[in-house]
């Protein structure tokens, strides 16, 4: 009697074909709108995270697949951009302006007063997940420094009490996440 040899032929499984629809339409928007850009990577990276709020490890192979790059080529480039968050913010990211200008008129103060209220360092998020503090390095709003940015609405003139006053207006209060 012969003996049958099993043959197993892998099934090729299609990159993306696993994540949810909403976060896979995202990603086939973002490179159809700007492949035929130079450089579209990053312009794809944007406009991903704009969308989602931040660029998520899982959706890493099927842009990578799209613009026939590796994964460890698209990584690369989220990991080395401090702009591209790799984690889910809050519901608000407050961007902490670090240049000069701002430093000069009581930045590292304010920054200081951040931290300890939101409970976080930068890149981090509040307990409550409401806030998310991210450094930039200017928000071109030197002339009114300190300044910051919460979503995307420009605060100057910033004090740790109006820190205080506009992180209150937002339902939560100083302390929030921070256990207070």
Known sequence: MS????VMIPI???????????ERRVVLEAVQNNRALEGSLLPILHAIQ???GWIPPRLLPLIAHELN??????HGVVSFYHYFRQHQPGQHVIFLCRAEACQAVGAVQLEAHAKRALGVDFHGTSGDGRYTLEPVY????CATGPSLMID???HGRMTPERFDELIGGR???AGAGAGA
């Open 3 to 6: 003996e049958r040899k099993r």
């Open 69 to 74: 790059l590796s994964r460890a080529e698209v």
């Open 138 to 141: 200017c928000l071109g709003n």
């Open 152 to 154: 995307r609405e420009l």
């Open 171 to 173: 339902g939560g209060g």
């Open 12 to 22: 090729r499984v299609e990159p993306g074909s696993d994540l949810p629809d909403a």
């Open 50 to 52: 704009d969308r989602i």
